[in-house]
């Protein structure tokens, strides 16, 4: 068990460019989560995914962001046209099916839009 | 609506006890979960309440009220290491599979020598 990882560990990209972050969960885990961090406040839920099907998506999440879990293992989470304030870290998740099972979360994607 | 209160910064000397406070409101309840966060890392997860009462895991020890909708976290024997971001974690009752956490902005915790 090598934990949940996350590429890349650093961003930082122009307003406007398109970017993309990969997420390996824990790899009997069949729920990922995505969750967005700024700086002083808690991770804000994203979007959800069990298996491969995503299952909710956060009214944060605008028409701007997109995220895939093709199949059912890694998962990508992609930004169209950035701006600014999409700058924070964005962590990704992982559990067991069920409630009772805690998350265990990746390093995160530090993103700066510049 | 769905709130989760706890507050930002607390300071504690080394080897003392300190308590960290969350209360919430949310539709419906899952759980609550504590996780510590240090500068610039992922979440870790500390401790899961469902029930009413205290749970014990060696220096830490989380309490869950359901009526009240609050809990806390409690850290004995503070050591330099437990300075750290303490996130408090709310599972609700969304209507399907989703069990999404909703956080808190999390209690800042700086431990003095």
């Known amino acids: 068990d090598t934990g949940v990882s996350q590429d890349p560990r650093h961003k930082i990209t122009k307003r406007g460019q398109n970017v993309t972050f990969r997420c390996d969960p824990i790899s009997e885990h069949n729920r990922l989560y995505w969750y967005r961090q700024t700086l002083g406040q808690g991770p804000e839920f994203l979007t959800y995914?069990?298996?491969?099907?995503?299952?909710?998506k956060s009214r944060l999440l605008s028409d701007r962001f997109s995220a895939e879990r093709p199949k059912g293992s890694f998962s990508t989470l992609e930004i169209q046209r950035t701006e600014q304030g999409d700058s924070a870290m964005y962590l990704c998740?992982?559990?067991?099916?069920?409630?009772?099972?805690?998350?265990?979360f990746g390093p995160g994607t530090r993103l700066t839009v510049t | 609506g769905q709130n989760i209160d706890q507050p930002t910064e607390m300071t504690a000397t080394e080897g003392a006890i300190v308590q960290i406070n969350c209360t919430y409101q949310?539709?419906?309840?899952?759980?609550l979960f504590w996780y510590q966060q240090h500068a610039g890392e992922a979440p870790t997860f500390l401790s899961y309440?469902?029930?009413?009462g205290l749970e014990e895991k060696g220096r830490f020890s989380s309490f869950l009220s359901r009526s009240k909708g609050y809990s806390y976290l409690l850290l004995k024997e503070l050591q330099m290491k437990d300075s750290a971001s303490y996130l408090c974690?709310?599972?609700?009752?969304?209507?399907?599979?989703?069990?999404?956490?909703?956080f808190g902005t999390g209690t800042l915790l700086a431990v003095q020598p």
């Open positions: 309440n469902v029930l009413d």
């Open positions: 949310t539709s419906g309840f899952n759980g």
């Open positions: 998740a992982s559990s067991l099916n069920g409630i009772f099972y805690e998350q265990y």
């Open positions: 995914f069990q298996n491969e099907a995503q299952l909710e």
């Open positions: 974690a709310v599972i609700g009752d969304y209507g399907g599979a989703t069990n999404k956490l909703i």
